[in-house]
T-cell receptor, first 116, second 108 residues
Framework: GAVVSQHPSRVICKSGTSVKIECRSL??????MFWYRQFPKKSLMLMAT?????????EQGVEKDKFLINHASLTLSTLTVTSAHPEDSSFYIC????????????FGPGTRLTVL | ELKVEQNPLFLSMQEGKNYTIYCNYS?????LYWYRQDPGKSLESLFV?????AVKQEGRLMASLDTKARLSTLHITAAVHDLSATYFC????????FGQGTILTVHP
């Protein structure tokens, strides 16, 4: 149980285009999901907290107009990287919080974004 | 602001040896997690430590938590090559703050 999926797993796009990444909790409902980014050989940095039915909470330094988050249902959160640039290339990982398991976060498999 | 520091950041071990990874954090928390990450992959949960004095073991790995010292340890016993990965500790309830990660390489 407590499986989280992400789609796509890998995406290559041209500079200036927008990319949408989906995060789904497959066998549980998640009122809260989190989005992280990870640069090569670095740690995970929290970008934002996604709350079902309300606006996301962004961490300091993360542009909310650049990284649009929508959490329209209890099993789906999406991250849209708008007008992507090469510096947005990174590994994006989502997680979903499971209340019944002491609020433990379960992580998706990640999405590798490469912007040319 | 919560800070989480791991050491060492790089660990090269010989098979069969023992070693410990340390995770220090700056503010009070009674909830700490250990994760493993293989190259190109996401995080795999190893241990969830929820109280002071908590100790958990799985195979060759054992994790402990001392909330008074704000310290967690991940002990590796008789290392094998399959344990080569990056190990992260993370602290928090809800929002997680991650350590820098420890890159572990186990060689013959």
């Amino acid at each position: 149980g407590a499986v989280v999926s992400q789609h796509p797993s890998r995406v290559i796009c041209k500079s200036g285009t927008s990319v949408k990444i989906e995060c789904r909790s497959l066998d549980f409902q998640a009122t809260t999901m989190f989005w992280y980014r990870q640069f090569p050989k670095k740690s995970l940095m929290l970008m934002a907290t996604s709350n079902e039915g309300s606006k996301a909470t962004y961490e300091q330094g993360v542009e909310k107009d650049k990284f649009l988050i929508n959490h329209a249902s209890l099993t789906l959160s999406t991250l849209t990287v708008t007008s992507a640039h090469p510096e947005d290339s990174s590994f994006y990982i989502c997680s979903a919080r499971l209340l019944a398991r002491n609020n433990e976060q379960f992580f998706g498999p990640g999405t590798r974004l490469t912007v040319l | 602001e919560l800070k989480v520091e791991q050491n060492p950041l790089f660990l090269s071990m010989q098979e069969g040896k023992n070693y410990t990874i340390y995770c220090n954090y700056s503010t009070t928390s009674d909830r700490l997690y250990w994760y493993r990450q293989d190259p190109g992959k996401s995080l795999e949960s190893l241990f969830v430590l929820l109280s002071n004095g908590a100790v958990k073991q799985e195979g060759r790995l054992m994790a402990s938590l001392d909330t008074k010292a704000r310290l967690s340890t991940l002990h590796i016993t008789a290392a094998v090559h399959d344990l080569s990965a990056t190990y992260f500790c993370a602290v928090g309830y809800g929002k997680l703050t991650f350590g820098q990660g420890t890159i572990l390489t186990v060689h013959p």
